[in-house]
């Protein structure tokens, strides 16, 4: 690529050349410089992308935990249902024989089941 520029007296050929070659090496500094710049683009975009699913599954991990915990509340209620259930009935029928007694505790605890499942 030549430029064309008019020569002052004072200026020799060898310095307009070295001008020249200097501007080209300016020009491919820019290009460099906007390939750079165009790659970090990608790279912001990518991590950008990266935070937003980060932040997606975040959500889904904390939605699940409060389904967790909710299940092991409602767990706890009918477990403790049952034994106190099972307890209850049991003291009643502490006096009849042993077979009474197993089956009224078998009927106590589904009994304290179905009320802890209730609560």
């Given at each position: 690529m030549s430029i064309f520029i008019r020569k002052p007296n004072n200026i020799t050929l060898e310095e307009i050349k070295k001008i020249e070659t200097e501007i080209e090496e300016l020009n491919e500094c820019f290009k460099t410089l906007n390939s750079l710049?165009?790659?970090q683009g990608e790279q912001i975009q990518t991590i950008e992308d990266s935070i937003h699913e980060s932040k997606e599954t975040v959500q889904i991990a904390s939605d699940e935990l409060e389904?967790?915990?909710?299940?092991?509340?409602?767990?706890?209620?009918?477990?403790?249902?049952a034994v106190v259930g099972g307890l209850i009935s049991g003291a009643l029928t502490y006096?009849?024989?042993?077979t009474y007694t197993l089956g009224s505790l078998a009927c106590g605890s589904l009994l304290g089941t179905y009320?802890?499942?209730k609560c």
């Open positions: 710049v165009e790659e389904k967790a915990s909710q299940y092991q509340k409602s767990n706890n209620k009918l477990i403790v249902g006096g009849l024989s042993l009320v802890g499942s």
